[in-house]
C-alpha cells in the first residue's frame, strides 16, 4: 500500500477508502462538504490538467487539485 497515495495521484477507475484529510480547518470543512470523510469511499473518475473527477457514493464532484492532495486515500 503507497502511505502517500491521494486523491491527486489516485489512479482512476478503482475503489478508495479515505484515510486521512491532512488540511486546515477551512479546506477540511469544504473537503468534507463534498461527502469526502476518512473511512469513506470514493473513486477517481478523471484526473487531467482541470480538478479531479469523483464518485462520492451517487454523486459526481470535482475537487481542486491542491485540495485532492490533501486526501490521503488506500
Not at 495521484?9 to 469544504?30: D, H, S, Y
Not at 490538467?49 to 485532492?68: F, K, M, N, S
Request: no cysteine; aromatic share 6%.
Amino acid at each position: 500500500m503507497d502511505v502517500n497515495m491521494t486523491l491527486y495521484n489516485a489512479p482512476t477507475g478503482q475503489a478508495l477508502f479515505v484515510l486521512a484529510v491532512e488540511a486546515e480547518e477551512p479546506e477540511r470543512k469544504r473537503i468534507e462538504g463534498l461527502g469526502i470523510f476518512p473511512g469513506g469511499e470514493v473513486r477517481v473518475l478523471a484526473a487531467g490538467a482541470g480538478p479531479v473527477l469523483l464518485a462520492v457514493g451517487e454523486t459526481r464532484v470535482a475537487i481542486e487539485r491542491d485540495l485532492a492532495a490533501k486526501v490521503f486515500v488506500a
